[in-house]
């Protein structure tokens, strides 16, 4: 049986609390109670409420990542990486409360260590949708004259769909939006 420190306790008892409560209502002396830690032990790992929020959020994306990798380095064709990809993507993101109340929540709008996390999130994904991208074309699955450009476009159409689903909480069926996402990326829109 794996032995868990205080610091990852602490990190999961927070993520719990702010995923409850969310960052505003929550104290480091919440946090504290609920881990059965005292107080100075929290302060042993972290310097602050935003600081222990930030590496909650961190292990959030940390976790979609890892998800993600997998589904890249899978021998599937590259189509069916890309469409595991955007169902992966977003139905894990529909379950990481803290991180997209982080989106929804105007006090955290100046809160520029998660703007950091999002930026960097982007980033790597940009990589990881390019490198499905390059496997479609070497495979000839895929015509693409920009690959960057592409990776980046399926992106923000990805976090287009973010907005009705997660943050304005608007119950549909996220599968089927995306099969038409989906459809419309591999065979557009012009008539044939």
């Given amino acids: 049986m794996a032995i868990t420190s205080s ?6 008892t927070a993520r719990n609390i702010f995923q409850r409560f969310g960052f505003a209502k ?3 002396g919440d946090i504290a109670v609920a ?15 935003e600081e222990i929020y930030k590496a909650v959020i961190k292990k959030e994306v940390n976790g979609l990542k890892d998800k993600l990798s997998e589904i890249i380095s899978s021998e599937s064709i590259a189509k069916e ?70 990776a980046k476009a399926i992106l923000v159409s990805m976090k287009g769909f973010e907005i009705p689903f997660f ?3 608007i119950n549909q069926n996220i599968e089927d939006q995306l099969n038409s996402l989906i459809d419309i990326l591999f065979n557009g829109i012009l008539k044939m």
Avoid at 36 to 49: A, E, I, L, P
Avoid at 91 to 119: H, Q
Avoid at 123 to 144: A, D, H, R
């Fill in 81 to 150: 990486n890309l469409k595991d990809y955007m169902v992966t993507r977003m139905m894990t993101i529909n379950e990481l409360a803290n991180y997209y109340d982080a989106l929804r929540n105007d006090y955290l709008k100046d809160f520029k260590i998660i703007e950091k996390i999002r930026e960097d999130f982007d980033n790597q994904e940009i990589e990881m949708i390019s490198k499905i991208l390059t496997k479609g074309v070497e495979n000839n699955e895929f015509v693409i004259d920009n690959i960057n450009l592409t």
């Fill in 167 to 169: 943050i304005e909480k």
């Fill in 26 to 28: 929550t104290s480091i």
């Fill in 35 to 49: 881990a059965r830690k005292g107080r100075r032990t929290v302060y042993t790992y972290f310097t602050s409420k």
């Fill in 7 to 12: 610091k990852d306790i602490i990190l999961e």
